[in-house]
Nanobody, 121 residues
Framework: QVQLMESGGGLVQPGGSLRLSCAAS????????MSWHRQARGKQRELVAL???????MYVDFVKGRFIISRVTAENTVYLQINNLGPEDTAIYYC???????????????WGKGTPLTVST
């Protein structure tokens, strides 16, 4: 069994910063790309950032340089640093990974259960 567990969310003042974490655990042989998504109330889930095994990154335009995705491959962990937070960043943030389970050659997709982030005074 494989699971992704997000952490680091909470209540933050506008203009503040925080770092979200996501750790994958279980019978994992290897992980391909990992990514962060978010879903605000009443809106669809959207991709925020992605990082490949080689370290290549991709960001959606709306983050405007405020988000930094990174990973520690040896620990099966991905991070999302968010700076200059605004109310528009309020959402549940989800971790996603494509990985191979030990003993299988196919890539499987996994989602975390999400960590809520609220930006408010």
């Amino acid at each position: 069994q494989v699971q992704l567990m997000e952490s680091g969310g909470g209540l933050v003042q506008p203009g503040g910063s925080l770092r979200l974490s996501c750790a994958a655990s279980g019978s994992i042989f290897s992980i391909s790309h990992m990514s962060w998504h978010r879903q605000a109330r009443g809106k669809q889930r959207e991709l925020v950032a992605l990082i490949s095994t080689s370290g290549n990154t991709m960001y959606v335009d709306f983050v405007k340089g405020r988000f930094i995705i990174s990973r520690v491959t040896a620990e099966n962990t991905v991070y999302l640093q968010i700076n200059n937070l605004g109310p528009e960043d309020t959402a549940i943030y989800y971790c996603h990974a494509n990985l191979k389970i030990t003993g299988r050659e196919t890539l499987d997709a996994y989602w975390g259960k999400g960590t809520p982030l609220t930006v408010s005074t």
